[in-house]
């Protein structure tokens, strides 16, 4: 007579994230369950225009929040439904993140650089010592970071805008990856700056 071993409710919540990842260690029907439950996940990452590799930032992000709610005494009754909701709650709140970081970053780049600037950042507004520290930090950027932030906020290109000019030079992206890329870039362009600042002053 075989024992089955039954697993405490953090060993079993453990197994039901590891099953989205090892789908087919799975019988056939309940590694369907868990690859659809991947995908719906994914699916919605799409909607919300977020990158398909960010699934996994979600899925651990969910996993932290439910070993959180075991520790707590809470119960998980049905595991797939709970990481199912609990990883859109995730996906929505990473949304709002970026839409807020983008914000800030739009504004940043706006409140620097003058109307007169945007042909060239070696205009005479450039005497003004902010836009001439955001010159360097530019300078200071990858050359490809350098070039998406000139398409976007210096030539105000749009993301599909972006994505045709660099297929044109031999450079094929997706639009959610050169939004990313974008997202990078203006953070640390933001870094250079203010580090920038802080040496001036």
Same mark, same amino acid.
């Given at each position: 007579?075989?024992?089955?071993?039954?697993?405490?409710?953090?060993?079993?919540?453990?197994?039901?994230?590891?099953?989205?990842?090892?789908?087919?260690?799975?019988?056939?029907?309940?590694?369907?369950?868990?690859?659809?439950?991947?995908?719906?996940?994914?699916?919605?990452?799409?909607?919300?225009?977020?990158?398909?590799?960010?699934?996994?930032?979600?899925?651990?992000?969910?996993? +932290? #929040?439910? !070993?959180?709610? &075991?520790?707590?005494? *809470?119960?998980?009754?049905?595991?797939?439904?709970?990481?199912?909701?609990?990883?859109?709650?995730?996906?929505?709140?990473?949304?709002?993140?970026?839409?807020?970081?983008?914000?800030?970053?739009?504004?940043?780049?706006?409140?620097?650089?003058?109307?007169?600037?945007?042909?060239?950042?070696?205009?005479?507004?450039?005497?003004?010592?902010?836009?001439?520290?955001?010159?360097?930090?530019?300078?200071?950027?990858?050359?490809?970071?350098?070039?998406?932030?000139? +398409? #976007?906020? !210096?030539?105000? &290109?749009?993301?599909? *805008?972006?994505?045709?000019?660099?297929?044109?030079?031999?450079?094929?992206?997706?639009?959610?990856?050169?939004?990313?890329?974008?997202?990078?870039?203006?953070?640390?362009?933001?870094?250079?700056?203010?580090?920038?600042?802080?040496?001036?002053?």
């Amino acid at each position: 007579m075989t024992i089955k071993k039954t697993l405490n409710p953090r060993k079993k919540f453990e197994s039901a994230v590891k099953n989205l990842f090892n789908q087919t260690s799975l019988e056939t029907k309940e590694a369907k369950y868990y690859a659809a439950l991947f995908n719906v996940i994914k699916s919605k990452l799409r909607q919300f225009n977020l990158p398909d590799d960010q699934i996994y930032e979600v899925i651990n992000e969910t996993y +932290l #929040r439910g !070993i959180k709610r &075991l520790e707590s005494g *809470q119960e998980i009754k049905n595991h797939r439904a709970w990481i199912r909701g609990t990883s859109f709650n995730v996906i929505r709140e990473m949304s709002r993140e970026q839409k807020k970081q983008q914000s800030w970053d739009s504004n940043f780049i706006e409140h620097q650089l003058a109307p007169e600037a945007s042909n060239s950042l070696s205009s005479a507004n450039s005497k003004d010592e902010d836009l001439k520290l955001l010159e360097l930090a530019l300078q200071k950027l990858e050359p490809k970071d350098n070039k998406l932030m000139v +398409l #976007r906020h !210096i030539e105000g &290109l749009s993301w599909q *805008q972006v994505v045709s000019h660099l297929a044109s030079n031999g450079e094929v992206v997706t639009e959610a990856s050169a939004r990313q890329r974008g997202n990078r870039a203006l953070k640390r362009l933001r870094e250079n700056f203010f580090e920038l600042k802080a040496d001036h002053q």
